[in-house]
């Protein structure tokens, strides 16, 4: 862009940021986002710079970039919220007799030595194979299954003594 075109560009954002800003002040909640969507909005209208209407359309150029940049915004927030209701459901407390069971095997798990509790959370909680969960961890995979074998006796051993004890 000619300097020329950059102090147009530059003036034209100082006379539209005030009423940029109240348009956004107008419809986001917190009011604060606002003024990420501006600065986000100068962005993108910076980015367009070379296609800069003729001066009787730029005041509507730039609140075109501004409705667009509210419109992804907004989306943005939906998926958001859709994800956390996904999220809320999937992570809603089990059943009162498995949450005891669970909490008690967690409890277990977070028990064991740092290597052997990562490789245990890696395969049973995360889903990876042994190999996999070897790699991501950094260590040969026979070192990762001798850590697994450990950890699977410590938490056999536990829970048989915690099955048997008396109550």
Known sequence: MTPEATAVFRTLLRETADALL???????????????LLAE???????????????????AWLFTIAANV??????????????AERLRLHLR?????????ASAVRDLVRRLPGPQRELVMLVH????????????????PSTARS?????????????????????
């Open 147 to 167: 850590r697994y074998a450990a950890a699977r006796e410590t938490l056999r051993t536990a829970l048989t003594a915690e099955v048997n004890a008396p109550r």
């Open 93 to 101: 407390p089990p059943v009162e007799s498995d949450h005891a069971e």
């Open 125 to 140: 909680w995360d889903g990876f194979a042994l190999v996999e969960a070897a790699e991501i961890l950094g260590v040969n």
């Open 41 to 59: 909005t100068m962005l993108q209208a910076w980015r367009r710079a070379s296609s800069l209407p003729a001066p009787e359309h730029r005041r």
């Open 22 to 36: 109240a348009y956004f002040e107008r419809r986001v909640t917190p009011r604060e986002d606002a003024a990420d």
């Open 70 to 83: 509210l419109k992804n915004h907004r989306r943005t927030l939906r998926r958001r919220v859709a994800l």
